[in-house]
């Protein structure tokens, strides 16, 4: 258990549907990212929120939309995607100047 | 922009000792992070080095940095089968934030 949890763990869409990815941390802290791990890429970052406030876009295209009602959870919203976007999404927490935790991902597949 | 770069593949025998090995190019990394990803699973922290230090040791574990050549090494002693993993090498610039990650060394071990 590292304090991020993630659901769901694996979600298979069309590129018509549009689904949700949510992310919780039960951690205390004040940042949340969202991640994108393809199999032949590194790691990207793709958004950053400070205090529920976005700090960092990663020109992500429009069809990735996330939402941080508060503190503690992180949404992202997923609509009319395309089959490269099929990857790990990861979530991920940190305080200020510490290390980051990460949730155990969930696998996206669009078909 | 920051970059890091690592090995993509690595093998060794179960009891040898691992050396990962990563480089990095922002020169203004302020801490330097070692993650453990296992299949299915998420990222795990396993440990991290602030710049102005240049070794640090946990258990099996042993980080050392040359922030000169900004060369980053992970080494395991008596490395065993559940360390087969991929590896991810990452760096801070900013204060826990926006982590630039290395692509991952695949780490096998052979019995």
């Known amino acids: 258990e590292t304090g991020v949890t993630q659901t769901p763990r694996h979600l298979v869409m069309g590129m018509t549907n549009k689904k949700s990815l949510k992310c919780e941390q039960h951690?205390?802290?004040?940042?949340m990212y969202w991640y994108k791990q393809s199999a032949k890429k590194p790691l990207e970052l793709m958004f950053v929120?400070?205090?529920?406030?976005?700090?960092e876009n990663n020109s992500v295209p429009s069809r990735f939309s996330p939402e941080c009602p508060n503190s503690s959870h992180l949404f992202l919203h997923l609509h009319t995607l395309q089959p490269e976007d099929s990857a790990l999404y990861l979530c991920?927490?940190?305080?200020?100047?510490?290390?980051?935790?990460f949730g155990q991902g969930t696998r996206l597949t669009v078909v | 922009g920051e970059d890091v770069e690592q090995s993509l593949f690595l093998s060794v025998r179960e009891g040898d000792s691992s050396v990962i090995n990563c480089t990095y190019t922002?020169?203004?990394?302020?801490?330097l992070y070692w993650y453990k990803q296992e299949p299915g699973a998420g990222l795990q922290l396993l440990t991290y080095?602030?710049?102005?230090?240049d070794m640090k040791q946990d258990q099996r574990l042993t980080v050392l940095l040359n922030k000169k050549d900004k060369h980053l090494s992970l080494r395991i002693a008596d490395t065993q089968t559940g360390d087969s993993a991929i590896y991810f090498c990452?760096?801070?610039?900013?204060?826990?934030?926006?982590?630039?990650f290395g692509p991952g060394t695949r780490l096998s071990v052979l019995p």
């Open positions: 990452a760096e801070s610039p900013n204060y826990g934030q926006n982590f630039v």
């Open positions: 929120y400070n205090f529920k406030e976005q700090t």
């Open positions: 991920a927490s940190s305080q200020d100047q510490s290390e980051a935790f």
């Open positions: 080095i602030f710049s102005n230090m």
């Open positions: 951690l205390g802290h004040n940042a």
């Open positions: 922002d020169s203004s990394s302020t801490y």
